[in-house]
């Protein structure tokens, strides 16, 4: 939490230069001319984790990646690899039964196969990060491998694997319906009317219901984590909408599997589409409650105990600021897979094209 607080201040405009930076990388790439007749396309998926390692890194840890060259350009890789090695035991990927789960389902992957590049990720934080280092050191009373192992599990874990996994699906998701885009562009520019092209996280909060109602139905239908795991502290009756009841005992293990969970047809009508207006006005403020991708209700607040996801507000204010980004510099936008197939810049409005003119002019 402390990581949090320390970057509240920075962390909208921050996020909004990475996104600027990003979307510059893949304009360049998109307006290259390879010679064929193939129409024109570019993949934002690694623009997209650069863009978040990078800015997660300055936010969380203080720390730039552009000061080793090596984390700059290989750093989200090597999250990928850690990540993976410690996923793919829950997840299925395809292999033939019972080569699958006794391969991989059956025993956690060797750590050695990552550690050369954790441990280039563990000297980066101790060099650059050592403020961060220090903090948790003096405030905690963490001691410094314990401290550095904990920023890397947040950072690559809880804030990178998250957004890694959300992101590029709501960009899929809204880059897919035309409809919707138009909707959502005419909101963002109603709320940027008079700020000169400047928001933060007020703006998307009380500007922009539908960015923010879009996101919420992406959190729905893709949660960014799937599986909830905890152990019953106490003996209880596990109960369901039809009546049906569950003795649970004291140290047995649940999981909760999201994607059918939010799927409820007692909670949410149409539960199988994506709704965009699903969460806007008092009916969609009422839904709310059971939205559990963050480890709990939407409307509760994080604690120690109950291991609800501790930047969940700002998990959504983030998203909503991607999007609002996004068309604040394009009119539209298309996406097939993890690729722009088209990119509409922005066209600047006759008053300030004759600004601009009248500028140039003079000089």
Not at 17 to 26: E, F, N, P, Q, W
Not at 51 to 76: E, H, M, Q
Request: with cysteine; proline share 6%.
């Amino acid at each position: 939490m402390d990581l949090l607080h320390r970057s509240a201040r920075t962390w909208s405009a921050d996020f909004r230069a990475s996104v600027g930076a990003m979307l510059d990388a893949v304009d360049a790439e998109f307006g290259k001319d390879d010679g064929s007749d193939k129409k024109p396309s570019a993949s934002y998926l690694v623009p997209l984790q650069q863009c978040i390692f990078r800015f997660l890194c300055k936010a969380f840890v203080g720390a730039d990646p552009s000061a080793d060259w090596l984390v700059d350009n290989f750093g989200f890789t090597i999250l990928d690899i850690w990540l993976a090695l410690q996923i793919l035991p829950t997840q299925k990927i395809g292999l033939v039964q019972p080569l699958e789960e006794l391969l991989i389902h059956s025993f956690p992957l060797p750590s050695f196969l990552i550690w050369p590049g954790y441990y280039v990720l563990y000297r980066f934080i101790e060099k650059h990060g050592a403020e961060a280092v220090a903090y948790a050191e003096a405030q905690h009373g963490i001691g410094k491998k314990d401290a550095i192992n904990n920023m890397l599990f947040v950072l690559g874990f809880n804030a990178f694997g998250g957004f890694s996994v959300f992101l590029p699906f709501l960009v899929a998701k809204v880059g897919g319906a035309p409809a919707l885009r138009e909707r959502l562009r005419d909101e963002v520019r109603r709320a940027m009317v008079g700020k000169d092209g400047e928001f933060g996280f007020a703006t998307v909060r009380e500007d922009m219901p539908l960015v923010r109602s879009t996101v919420y139905e992406m959190l729905r239908m893709q949660p960014p984590v799937p599986l909830q795991f905890g152990r019953a502290r106490r003996d209880f009756v596990l109960r369901s909408h039809g009546g049906a009841a569950y003795q649970v005992s004291a140290g047995e293990v649940l999981c909760g599997y999201q994607p059918l969970a939010m799927r409820d047809p007692e909670v949410f009508e149409r539960p199988e589409e994506f709704v965009p207006e699903r969460f806007l006005g008092d009916e969609g403020a009422r839904l709310l409650q059971h939205l559990f991708w963050s480890n709990g209700p939407e409307t509760a607040q994080p604690g120690p105990g109950n291991k609800q996801c501790a930047a969940k507000e700002v998990v959504v204010d983030t998203a909503c600021m991607l999007l609002a980004e996004l068309f604040r510099r394009y009119d539209d936008f298309e996406v097939e897979g993890t690729s722009f197939t088209k990119l509409v810049k922005r066209q600047a409005s006759p008053s300030v094209a004759q600004a601009a003119a009248a500028a140039g002019a003079q000089q």
